[in-house]
């Protein structure tokens, strides 16, 4: 069982930053694979970034290249989304999900845990 605890989303303006963290409870921590989602009202869960367990295996949106970074430190089991230019359209419930595969997974359903999800809004 991991529980997964999201921090860090706020209010930004376009251009902004802003860092999400997601602490895990549990000792095995780096045998999951790691993935950011977000999701707005009346749209589906969408995939943004995922990091295996090397942290060179790594995938992001196409939207978000150049301008997020996923993280990962097992050793404070935390799993970090450095989100960089921020614009509108990024605006959403952002949460963190963790899969037993050790490979990066963009689809929803093959992750087991989920947080609680952090709400990022970007004004114009």
């Known amino acids: 069982q991991v529980q997964l605890v999201e921090s860090g989303g706020g209010l930004v303006q376009a251009g902004g930053s802003l860092r999400l963290s997601c602490a895990a409870s549990g000792r095995t921590f780096s045998s999951y694979s790691m993935g950011w989602f977000r999701q707005v009202p009346g749209k589906e869960r969408e995939f943004v970034a995922a990091?295996?367990?090397?942290?060179?295996?790594?995938y992001y949106l196409d939207s978000v290249k150049g301008r997020f970074t996923i993280s990962r430190d097992n050793g404070e089991n935390t799993v970090y989304l450095q989100m960089n230019s921020l614009k509108p359209d990024d605006t959403a419930v952002y949460y963190c999900?963790?899969?037993?595969?050790?490979?990066?997974?963009?689809?929803?359903?093959?992750?087991?845990?989920w947080g609680q999800g952090t709400q990022v809004t970007v004004s114009s």
């Open positions: 999900a963790a899969s037993t595969s050790p490979r990066v997974m963009v689809l929803p359903q093959l992750y087991d845990y």
């Open positions: 990091i295996g367990w090397s942290a060179g295996d790594i």
